[in-house]
């Protein structure tokens, strides 16, 4: 099996920052990308930013120039760094990933936990 630990959200003021990281454990044969979503209550869960494993980013319109995702391949950690939060970036901040178990010819979706993030105005 694949886990993923969420750490890092927690409650701040508008126009603060927070960094997020997610560290992928298990059997792990190889990773492909690796993203962050995000649920506000009521609300569909949406796209955040996603990283290929070339390095190459994608990011949702709302967080573009706020928002950058990276991460460790060595470690098999995705983070993403928010700067300037809005009080609409309140949500539930779920890491995802496409990887492959070990033994395994076809990857598989995994998903985190979750982790709060709260922006008050």
């Known amino acids: 099996q694949v886990q993923l630990v969420e750490s890092g959200g927690g409650l701040v003021q508008a126009g603060g920052s927070l960094r997020l990281s997610c560290a992928a454990s298990?059997?792990?044969?190889?990773?492909?990308?690796m993203g962050w979503y995000r649920q506000a209550p009521g609300k569909q869960r949406e796209l955040v930013a996603v990283?290929?494993?070339?390095?190459?980013?994608n990011y949702a319109d709302s967080v573009k120039g706020r928002f950058t995702i990276s991460r460790d391949n060595a470690k098999n950690t995705v983070y993403l760094q928010m700067n300037s939060l809005k009080p609409e970036d309140t949500a539930v901040y779920y890491c995802?990933?496409?990887?492959?178990?070990?033994?395994?010819?076809?990857?598989?979706?995994?998903w985190g936990q979750g982790t709060q993030v709260t922006v008050s105005s």
């Open positions: 995802n990933t496409k990887a492959t178990k070990s033994g395994s010819y076809y990857p598989g979706v995994y």
């Open positions: 298990g059997s792990i044969f190889s990773i492909n990308a």
């Open positions: 990283i290929t494993n070339s390095g190459i980013r």
